[in-house]
């Protein structure tokens, strides 16, 4: 799977890891205090200082995130992390932002394998999304698998971003592209 080859969602070892992480984002999305700090920090492969996730959001395994110092997430946000999803420090995401690593054949026939008993399976594959340092995600955003967003990037509400995007920014629109460039930090 994080190899970028399909999979087969239901193999056994991959439902445990989903099972575990199903249980850990229910305790992050409901539970207070030490009990939803300690269940952030088992879900994550990886957690920062000052990680803020404010309100809900979803995950599928969690240990497949890295998340650096001071990251903000907000209420809604989805991580399909079928690959690794990988935030620099001081990224902000704003609400109902998704990362999707996962993927599906643009060839219907190759959409589904079958295996030697004759059942069907879906045919995912996967491929990583890393996001910079300093980074603000707007609203209603849409990462694909295999992109890599630069250091001092501003993405603006409801992009699609299909491709790769260049340190210092602001990127926009449906597919996103270079909308202006952003002063480099020093």
Request: aromatic share 8%.
């Amino acid at each position: 799977m994080l190899a970028g080859q399909d999979y087969d969602y239901r193999d056994s070892e991959l439902q445990g890891i989903l099972a575990r992480g199903r249980k850990l984002v229910t305790t992050i999305n409901t539970a207070a205090g030490t009990q939803r700090t300690a269940a952030i920090r088992a879900f994550f492969g990886r957690t920062g200082e000052r990680l803020t996730i404010n309100g809900t959001f979803s995950a599928l395994y969690g240990q497949h995130i890295a998340v650096g110092d001071d990251v903000f997430i907000n209420g809604n946000c989805t991580f399909q992390d079928s690959n690794k999803i990988t935030l620099g420090s001081r990224v902000i995401i704003a609400p109902d932002t998704k990362f999707y690593c996962g993927a599906h054949s643009l060839d219907a026939t190759q959409r589904f394998g079958v295996r030697p008993d004759g059942s069907r399976y879906l045919v995912t594959y996967t491929k990583p999304i890393t996001v910079g340092d300093d980074v603000w995600i707007g609203g209603n955003v849409t990462i694909i698998g295999g992109v890599h967003i630069g250091n001092n990037v501003v993405v603006g509400a409801g992009a699609v971003v299909t491709k790769d995007v260049p340190d210092n920014t602001v990127v926009g629109g449906v597919p996103a592209r270079v909308i202006k460039p952003l002063t480099p930090l020093a």
